[in-house]
């Protein structure tokens, strides 16, 4: 088991397209066993792959007992929209309203490679949508309006610069 590093913004890595995963193996286990330790530590209630440095279509979830693994994930049919205050672990200490669906249909597979298909709403629906945008290269910042961007994007520089 090993902490990862979370990408933190700008990196353009978190930009980067995602592949489907189609092998359903030990070394997809270990990729997972890491990515449940580092969100763990890290606080979060989702991961996605691409955060981590790995370009699979693969997101881990775990919010009031809702453990999942979801593997190449399709959003199918999405309802009803809400804004919230949302934060991203490649952008520590930032959060923003953004607005998401509040209930959507999900079709993905497990680690196993078993296809499923649920129904999640609320808060439930806001991670898996979150996460999904991530395996496409969206990120929080791009729901925001233009001047926010730009002010986000300077302060997430100072950031990282900061840091070095």
Known sequence: MAILD???FPNPALREPTVEVTKFDD???RILTDMWETMYLSK???LAAPQVGYPLRLFIS???GNKRVIINPEIVEAEGFEAKDEGCLSFPGIFEEIKRPSRIRICYQDESGEFHEDIVEGYLARVY???TDH???KLLIDHLS???RTFLRKKMKRKVSSKE
């Open 146 to 148: 233009a001047l926010k």
């Open 27 to 29: 070394d997809l286990k």
């Open 135 to 137: 395996l496409k290269g």
């Open 62 to 64: 775990d919010w009031e």
């Open 6 to 8: 979370v990408l933190v």
């Open 129 to 131: 949508s979150h996460e």
């Open 44 to 46: 979060g209630v989702g």
